[in-house]
């Protein structure tokens, strides 16, 4: 089982759709990471969380560190919201790790 | 603006042959750190470097190898001894730890192996 997992896998939406994206973890953090990697590549920070929630225009971000869940929600999709959002899980050990989830695809359809 | 570069953004490789990727950023952060991506996986650790001429082995540093001369800069080198190269790579920094503070990345480059 992954140390970090993501549900859906892959997401298609109407445009203006509310969206949610889940990530489930198995290891005690320090912090969370929301992240949104756009389609050539490059990679986004979106929220860095260690608890309740946050919100930035459209996004809001929440964690629930005793039942070890956080969720990404997207309000008004736009099609430009279409990306690879990750969730990444830091930990305090030994040395400096970060655990990434395996991604949910997003497609939003105007 | 600040930011991370990486460069090139895509590269061929035949086998047998040492590449070097550059990452460099302008954000002033102590601590950098080199990624590898593969189709359905989340993103591994393979160095990561906290202060100048200092680095750490990640979860998958065999066949390669970092250098840390200047605070900007954390070139990887992919040698020969690497099995399986061809992949996309993704240089980061953070202020701090990355278990704590904020991951800026780099647009990645894309290794592949003829």
């Known amino acids: 089982k992954n140390e970090v997992e993501q549900s859906p896998q892959n997401l298609t939406a109407q445009e203006g759709e509310f969206i949610t994206i889940n990530c489930s973890y198995s290891?005690?953090?320090?912090?969370l990471h929301w992240l949104q990697q756009h389609p050539g590549g490059g990679i986004v920070s979106l929220f860095m969380?260690?608890?309740g929630k946050k919100k930035h225009g459209r996004l809001i971000a929440t964690i629930n560190i005793q039942e070890k869940h956080s969720s990404l929600h997207i309000t008004a999709s736009h099609p430009r919201d279409s990306a690879v959002y990750i969730c990444?899980?830091?930990?305090?050990?030994?040395?400096?790790?970060?655990?990434f989830g395996p991604g949910t695809s997003l497609s939003v359809i105007p | 603006d600040g930011g991370i570069t990486q460069s090139p953004k895509y590269l061929f490789r035949k086998e047998g042959q040492n590449v070097t990727l550059s990452c460099e950023q302008n954000?002033?952060?102590?601590?950098m750190y080199w990624y590898r991506q593969d189709p359905g996986q989340g993103l591994r650790l393979i160095y990561y470097?906290?202060?100048?001429?200092?680095?750490q082995k990640g979860d998958i540093a065999e066949g390669y190898s970092v250098s840390r001369e200047k605070k900007e800069s954390f070139p990887l080198t992919v040698t020969s001894a690497q099995k399986n190269p061809t992949a996309f790579y993704l240089c980061?920094?953070?202020?701090?730890?990355?278990?704590?503070?904020?991951?800026?990345f780099g647009e990645g480059s894309r290794l592949t192996v003829l």
């Open positions: 980061a920094s953070s202020m701090g730890l990355a278990a704590t503070g904020e991951l800026f």
């Open positions: 290891v005690g953090i320090s912090a």
């Open positions: 969380l260690s608890s």
């Open positions: 990444a899980v830091a930990q305090r050990v030994s040395y400096d790790k970060v655990i």
């Open positions: 954000l002033n952060h102590d601590a």
């Open positions: 470097s906290q202060i100048v001429n200092d680095f």
